[in-house]
């Protein structure tokens, strides 16, 4: 199984973020988790398209944005011209979900649905027909460096089993670590989103490698 890495910005040094790219690019990340955050959907306000635009440039490998806003079909088209990859939306968000995942599906961009901890697996399981991935928050959203909310491995192990999806990518967000990673990743995620554990590190490829060894050691035992 291929595991993702997708190292979280939002735990980056923002006076520098086109090196803090770079970094984790050499690193071996294999994408770059983006979360956009609106100030109203959860505590705290990031940044937006035009930030995103010019960081993409220095980007080689895709551009993964999470939408924690309360109106995220106003940003499709500027992260759409932005060059991201694939965009994640809140199922708690949308009125119109399957439009909304469908209007990113437009777009040439891989679409997701994002649940909170305490939203109910169907929310997420109703949407895979229409979506590429499910991003399970194993914190609640707003912050870096939380702990993992232990309750989320059984539910990306319930959801794996109820998607009836082999090919489906389950992205886990919040507190991963080289501790917690083997059990998300037997459990069913495909793509681990780490911020603070990677960016917290002064040798990102080390961080990297280690989150890797996790995995893999956590497969043979």
């Known amino acids: 199984m291929t595991i993702r890495i997708a190292p979280s910005l939002l735990s980056a040094d923002f006076s520098r973020l086109a090196g803090e790219v770079r ?10 988790h983006l979360d956009i955050m609106d100030g109203c959907f959860v505590p705290n306000l990031t940044f937006g398209p035009p930030l995103v635009a010019s960081l993409a440039p220095h980007c080689e490998i895709p551009l993964d944005a999470h939408l924690m806003v309360v109106d995220p079909d106003a940003l499709l088209p500027a992260l759409a011209a932005a060059g991201v990859a694939r965009i994640a939306v809140h199922a708690e968000a949308c009125t119109h979900l399957h439009r909304t995942l469908s209007a990113i599906r437009s777009h040439g961009i891989s679409p997701g ?3 909170n901890p305490a939203t109910p697996l169907v929310f997420a399981l109703e949407a895979v027909p229409w979506v590429d991935f499910i991003l399970v928050m194993s914190v609640n959203p707003g912050f870096g460096g939380q702990e993992l909310i232990e309750e989320s491995v059984s539910r990306i192990e319930r959801l794996r089993a109820a998607a009836r999806a082999p090919g489906l990518d389950i992205t886990v967000d919040g507190g991963v670590t080289c501790m917690v990673a083997p059990s ?7 793509t681990l989103v780490a911020g603070s554990a990677i960016f917290g590190a002064h040798d990102r490829g080390r961080a990297i490698a280690e989150l890797r060894e996790s995995v893999r050691q956590g497969e043979d035992a």
């Open 113 to 115: 649905v994002a649940i």
């Open 184 to 190: 998300l990743v037997a459990a069913g995620a495909t």
């Open 23 to 32: 970094d984790v690019q050499a690193a071996g990340a294999d994408l770059i």
